[in-house]
């Protein structure tokens, strides 16, 4: 697992995509401080290392991250980890455009295409 803070590259996106599930890397991003984790088989985990290293859970959304694609194809926003009725995320989706918005422009800044 990784916890990006800085830059990772399209190609190591595809090299862990290979390594994990072929055409996807699972990713947990922390819209508050602009990280994300990478590389690991589940969302759960992630979740718990940005916990473990001080991130708020409120914080954390879970996304897929599809190296061989572009535009809105790239990002999919399906995580269990989202399921948060409390704030009105009924779904594995983010229901919110602004948090949505948000993860956009944190993996644009993080992915170097």
Request: hydrophobic fraction near 40%.
């Amino acid at each position: 697992m990784k916890i990006i803070d800085n830059k990772v590259t399209l190609p190591e996106l595809k090299t862990m995509s290979k390594k994990m599930f072929g055409n996807l890397v699972k990713a947990v991003v922390d819209i508050e401080k602009e990280i994300m984790a990478l590389d690991a088989p589940m969302h759960a985990d992630q979740e718990a290392e940005l916990i473990k290293n001080g991130s708020k859970q409120e914080d954390l959304w879970g996304i897929n991250l599809y190296p061989e694609k572009s535009g809105s194809d790239f990002i999919e926003f399906d995580s269990i980890i989202n399921l948060r009725p409390q704030v009105s995320n009924r779904t594995r989706g983010v229901d919110d455009p602004k948090i949505r918005e948000k993860i956009i422009k944190i993996v644009s800044k993080l992915v170097i295409k």
